[in-house]
Structure formats: structure tokens, C-alpha cells
């Protein structure tokens, strides 16, 4: 009983023998031996093993100490291994979406540019008198007018973040 106490209540300390033999002014092979019921500590010694283990001397010498706590705490950090691989994974899917989502918006950028250039224009060429047309024209212009001044800043910027995201990768 006291030898599996000693045992029990040292690993859910988180101390080592040697940890342990430290505290006490021991060798690791005098735990050992009173883990294993070999021998057992003097009444001082057992007293100062109460003090470095933080119990009590009767839970010491009482009833089978459960090494409840030990596995509660290795479920406790198996859970949060698991929360933290989850998070990680969460992190990288992000990471890929907003890539793929930037290498998208410079190829838009790039086939809106390439479309404008193609049709050269044309409500240069259209007659103004008629006034739905007007409208569509000063809308087409001035579409036109923004897109050349802010595509190539929002392209640039948009090469930038995916090739930032692309090396964290």
C-alpha cells in the first residue's frame, strides 16, 4: 500500500525518482526501493516525504491512492493536442483559400484589362445625341477611367499577399 501510494502520488506530482531523491537528500535507488516494497523510509524520512509530495502522512500510509489525477490531466492535454492540430488545420485551409482567392482576383484583374484593351474604346465612337446612350457611355468611361488607375495598385498588392502566403506555406 505504501509502496504503490508513494508510486501513485510522485507521478501525479510529474516528479521523477531522481526529482524526488533530490528533494529528499536520497539516492534514486532509495525510491525505487520503497516504490517497489523492497524497503520502506524511517519516520523521518517518511515525514519528509509527505512534505515534498504535498499529502498527508496517513493518505501515505492509508488506503491505494487512484492515479486518477495523472489520467486526467494526460486526457486533458490529449484533448487540447487535438484542439491545437484542429486549429492548425483551420489555419492552413485559410491560408489555401485566401492564396487561390488572390491568384483569382489577379487573373480577373488581368482578363478585365485584357477585355478593355481588346475593345479599344469604344463609346469614343458612339453618338451622344441619344441620351440612353450617353448614360452608358459616361458609365463605361468612367468604369474605365478607375479600373486603369486602380487595377494595377490592386494587382500589385494582390501579387504581393499571395506570394507572402504561398512561402508561409
Known amino acids: 500500500m505504501l509502496s504503490e501510494n508513494i508510486k501513485a502520488i510522485r507521478k501525479s506530482k510529474g516528479l521523477s525518482q531522481q526529482e524526488l531523491a533530490v528533494k529528499l537528500n536520497v539516492v534514486r535507488q532509495t525510491i525505487s526501493k520503497w516504490e517497489q516494497g523492497l524497503s520502506v523510509p524511517d519516520s523521518d ?64 484583374i488581368v482578363a478585365a484589362a485584357s477585355f478593355l484593351i481588346a475593345v479599344n474604346s469604344p463609346y469614343l465612337g458612339w453618338d451622344y445625341s441619344n441620351p440612353e446612350l450617353a448614360v452608358a457611355g459616361a458609365a463605361f468611361h468612367v468604369f474605365e477611367w478607375g479600373f486603369v488607375r486602380v487595377a494595377p495598385i490592386i494587382l500589385i498588392a494582390a501579387i504581393i499577399g499571395a506570394f507572402l502566403i504561398g512561402r508561409k506555406e
Open 45 to 108: 524520512l517518511l515525514i519528509s516525504l509527505s512534505e515534498a509530495l504535498g499529502t498527508p502522512v496517513s493518505t501515505l500510509l492509508g488506503e491505494t491512492v487512484l492515479e486518477s489525477e495523472a489520467d486526467a490531466i494526460k486526457a486533458i492535454s490529449e484533448k487540447l493536442e487535438i484542439i491545437n492540430l484542429q486549429l492548425a488545420q483551420r489555419k492552413t485551409l485559410r491560408r489555401k483559400v485566401l492564396f487561390w482567392l488572390l491568384i483569382s482576383f489577379c487573373a480577373a
